[in-house]
């Protein structure tokens, strides 16, 4: 495969689960307000940009933070390159460049969602985001559903999984190195319920983890352990980071600089556990994070860097053949 496809079908799945998350969370930020009794709700649309790192652009177009500013910034202003409408935009184009190697139904179902997405009405999206919200998470698991169902499994499928894992764990590692911080803050009850509540439906796993924990009490470190640590969650960090690594290998085999990368980061989680929210739990997010950064760079370069991608597995067997 050239090196220009794999690092297109890779971009696919990355921005494709970008948009989704990033859709997610403004969909249970709206949510998690409606009740809530905030002295400063300006400071709970603010952990959104930062959680983005991108305060300092936030700041350069707007004077305060909304639900109107914040939701504009997030889905289609023209200077966050992360945006959801850029994702998707990008996803599409990316996807055009490796169109031979994907599905006709996936090419379809992408650019059905980019057509929905481009032409939405921005009045009519903050008078009523919800419906957009759900546009775009019903997007997103209708192409990767229709990827399973259509897509041989070989280094196009493996491409598109190693990109959608990758940003999974990048993502969730992301959302808990902003939120342990304030899980260790004592506050009411209710209110760390709350919050807890928000976190796991910010990664789609409230009901996961209600099914797993008997326990009818939310606690911080059982929930960030979930989120980091299990390894059946779809959007938990081991989880992401063990099918990254399974990709890796179809793709490549061992002992290439990816998969050493991405297996060190997942050799430390697998081996790990979280008793309690302290320095050592910030740090060890902070070392993970660090970890897939570098895992991101080890794969650009090991693959995308190159004419062709190094032969592994598949080449062989159609080798065989």
Request: hydrophobic letters at 45%; one cysteine or more; proline letters at 5%.
């Amino acid at each position: 495969m050239l090196s220009r496809v794999a690092e297109s079908l890779y971009w696919t799945g990355r921005y494709i689960e970008r948009a989704e998350d990033t859709s997610r969370l403004l969909h249970v930020n709206f949510h998690g307000l409606l009740d809530a009794d905030l002295p400063d709700r300006g400071a709970a649309w603010r952990e959104l940009i930062v959680l983005l790192g991108l305060d300092d652009v936030f700041c350069e177009h707007f004077s305060e933070y909304t639900a109107q500013t914040v939701t504009e910034f997030m889905l289609w202003h023209p200077a966050n390159p992360d945006a959801v409408t850029a994702c998707v935009a990008r996803a599409r184009e990316n996807a055009r460049g490796a169109r031979e190697q994907i599905s006709s139904e996936m090419w379809e179902h992408l650019n059905r969602l980019h057509l929905r997405v481009s032409r939405i009405r921005p009045t009519a999206v903050l008078a009523s985001p919800h419906d957009f919200f759900v546009r775009v998470r019903e997007g997103s698991h209708a192409f990767q559903g229709v990827m399973k169902a259509t897509l041989s499994r070989g280094e196009a499928y493996e491409f598109l999984e190693l990109g959608a894992h990758l940003e999974r764990a990048d993502s969730t590692t992301r959302l808990l190195s902003a939120k342990v911080p304030a899980l260790t803050a004592a506050e009411p009850p209710a209110a760390s319920s709350a919050r807890l509540s928000s976190l796991l439906k910010s990664c789609g796993a409230f009901e996961a983890f209600r099914q797993q924990e008997s326990d009818d009490e939310l606690r911080p470190e059982r929930v960030v352990a979930f989120l980091l640590l299990d390894r059946h969650l779809p959007r938990a960090v081991c989880f992401g980071l063990e099918r990254s690594l399974e990709s890796i290998r179809a793709i490549s085999g061992p002992a290439l600089r990816p998969e050493r990368a991405i297996g060190r980061v997942f050799a430390e989680l697998a081996f790990t556990e979280l008793h309690a929210l302290d320095a050592t739990a910030e740090l060890l997010l902070r070392r993970v994070q660090l970890g897939i950064a570098d895992a991101a760079d080890e794969i650009a370069a090991g693959y995308f860097t190159t004419r062709t991608v190094p032969p592994g597995p598949y080449a062989q067997q159609q080798q065989q053949q």
